[in-house]
């Protein structure tokens, strides 16, 4: 019997490298016989746009440019989050029906989980049927993106489930203070380490004090 593995990264992001990535490691573990899924967690949800990207919105938009600002909004909280309330929910399914989110061609090019989850308290809800679980790749790590979301650091489903992470990216060169002891007690869990940049193993060492693999990008696993 195959082993199931479900895989969470940063698969609903509006651009080209963040579907490439998610696709390719997806279907190169397909290759190597197991049976995998996306785990379909949806990023960013509200606590990221509440909690973490509040800041960093603020910091993109601090211009007058009310174009910018309009950009912004629709990215990150129409074509990203899915959450929709009231007057939004209705302009944005009239957008869809007008011009037919190009998201869509992505997402049934993905092998994502039947049911999609828009919150952590969901997914850590959830009865899961995963052997394995994958953190990977992407900037799944990046505390100015995540925060101390723990569903990157595989921190739900059961305890005996292996946890693994493949060319998980920090996307900084150290750990903040802040975050720092909650990220070594998540990367404790995990049974092996890889990183997509070098500065990652140094970060893995610095703070949990054990020696990651740096690894290529999913992507560059095909020769084309």
Avoid at 97 to 113: C, E, G, I, M, T
Wanted: charged share 20%; with cysteine; aromatic share 12%.
């Amino acid at each position: 019997m195959k082993n199931k593995i479900g895989l969470i990264t940063c698969h609903r992001i509006p651009n080209h490298g963040s579907f490439l990535q998610a696709w390719s490691l997806c279907e190169y573990l397909c290759e190597l016989g197991y049976d995998v899924e996306i785990i379909d967690y949806i990023y960013p949800n509200l606590y990221h746009l509440n909690n973490v990207h509040h800041n960093e919105i603020r910091r993109n938009t601090d211009t007058s440019n009310l174009f910018m600002r309009l950009k912004r909004y629709v990215i990150d909280r129409w074509f990203v989050c899915n959450r929709k309330r009231g007057w939004e929910l209705a302009v944005y399914r009239l957008l869809n029906l007008l011009l037919r989110n190009p998201n869509k061609l992505y997402f049934r090019q993905l092998k994502l989980s039947a049911k999609s989850y828009t919150s952590s308290s969901e997914l850590i809800a959830s009865k899961l049927d995963y052997d394995i679980l994958i953190s990977g790749s992407d900037q799944v790590w990046n505390p100015r993106f995540s925060g101390n979301d723990g569903i990157f650091f595989l921190q739900f489903g059961n305890r005996d489930i292996k946890r693994v992470a493949y060319s998980s990216s920090f996307g900084v060169s150290e750990i903040g203070d802040a975050y720092k002891a909650q990220y070594a007690e998540w990367l404790g869990s995990f049974s092996h380490i890889a990183t997509r940049e070098q500065s990652g193993t140094v970060i893995v060492k610095d703070i949990v004090g054990r020696q990651a693999v740096h690894v290529l990008d999913p992507v560059m696993l095909f020769s084309r």
